[in-house]
């Protein structure tokens, strides 16, 4: 037992100076997945998502799992976007992208706010949308104020992984998001569902579009929930069947 611990304190010692080096040498490398529309296959812009190249910190669970112990969650989100807006070069200008934050920074608004103005200043003409968690989209007050640094800073809004908790479409009636990602439990899987749970998850789509938001179907891995997706009033989704997170290179021309 005592030989578990100390491996298990030592792992933990390797991560965290692997995670300094990480933020020393803002050693992350961006990957990407593409987001399209249902109607025609095209693609309508990629979401950042964070990976690294040091060992033992390649996925953002365990990355963040290093920030929480030394309160760096926002400073790491931070560093996702920036260098993922560096590697939009290679995508067309039009395409949209899609930043995330995370929870810690809504708690941070005038950080938040400096770190988005940066954004904007580095890229004045690209078309981006910023991801909130659901759970925060609770938060009405804090999100008003979001909302309107958002529009200012001409950047769009979108609530990720609806379903998947607290959040209820009245809650995201108080300041509608742009996108409503609707989370991948939602989703996968469903064109096999009962006919109840298809009927439940497309009423839910048109009560969304009927706010003027667009919904988004994520985790789509399949032609046949692409097919399902599409018949129940999805405008966009995004999942392996249209492309696996990849370097932003691989997607050019």
């Given at each position: 037992?005592?030989?578990?611990?100390?491996?298990?304190?030592?792992?933990?010692?390797?991560?965290?100076?692997?995670?300094?080096?990480?933020?020393?040498?803002?050693?992350v490398?961006?990957?990407?997945?593409?987001?399209?529309?249902?109607?025609?296959?095209?693609?309508?812009?990629?979401?950042?998502?964070g990976?690294?190249?040091?060992?033992?910190?390649?996925?953002?669970?365990?990355?963040?799992?290093?920030?929480?112990?030394?309160?760096?969650?926002?400073?790491?989100?931070?560093?996702f976007?920036?260098?993922?807006?560096?590697?939009?070069?290679?995508?067309?200008?039009?395409?949209?992208?899609?930043?995330?934050?995370?929870?810690?920074?809504?708690?941070?608004?005038?950080l938040?706010?400096?770190?988005?103005?940066?954004?904007?200043?580095?890229?004045?003409n690209?078309?981006?949308?910023?991801?909130?968690?659901?759970?925060?989209?609770?938060?009405?007050?804090?999100?008003?104020?979001?909302?309107?640094?958002?529009?200012?800073?001409?950047?769009?809004?979108a609530y990720?992984?609806?379903?998947?908790g607290?959040?209820?479409?009245?809650?995201?009636?108080?300041?509608?998001?742009?996108?409503?990602?609707?989370?991948?439990?939602l989703?996968q899987?469903?064109?096999?569902?009962?006919?109840?749970?298809?009927?439940?998850?497309?009423?839910?789509?048109?009560?969304?579009?009927?706010?003027?938001i667009?919904?988004?179907?994520?985790?789509?891995?399949?032609?046949?929930?692409?097919?399902?997706?599409?018949?129940?009033?999805?405008?966009?989704?995004?999942?392996?069947?249209?492309?696996?997170?990849?370097?932003a290179?691989?997607?050019?021309?």
């Open positions: 037992h005592s030989a578990t611990l100390a491996d298990d304190s030592a792992d933990r010692a390797l991560s965290l100076i692997q995670f300094d080096k990480l933020m020393t040498e803002r050693a490398v961006p990957h990407f997945q593409p987001i399209i529309s249902l109607q025609n296959r095209a693609v309508l812009g990629y979401e950042i998502l990976r690294s190249r040091l060992f033992g910190l390649t996925d953002p669970q365990t990355m963040f799992s290093a920030a929480a112990v030394l309160n760096l969650e926002s400073e790491l989100s931070r560093i976007r920036e260098e993922g807006l560096a590697q939009s070069t290679f995508f067309p200008p039009t395409s949209i992208l899609f930043a995330n934050t995370h929870p810690a920074e809504i708690d941070e608004p005038e938040l706010e400096f770190s988005l103005r940066e954004l904007r200043e580095a890229a004045p690209r078309p981006m949308v910023l991801e909130i968690h659901e759970g925060t989209a609770t938060q009405t007050s804090q999100m008003r104020e979001l909302r309107a640094k958002l529009d200012h800073l001409n950047i769009g809004l990720d992984d609806f379903g998947a607290q959040a209820r479409l009245i809650e995201l009636v108080e300041v509608p998001p742009d996108y409503l990602k609707f989370d991948m439990k989703v899987n469903l064109s096999s569902a009962s006919p109840e749970r298809q009927k439940m998850v497309g009423r839910l789509v048109q009560m969304t579009l009927e706010l003027g667009i919904p988004l179907a994520e985790g789509i891995e399949t032609a046949e929930d692409h097919a399902i997706c599409q018949e129940l009033g999805f405008l966009s989704a995004q999942g392996y069947y249209y492309g696996k997170p990849a370097a290179k691989t997607f050019a021309g």
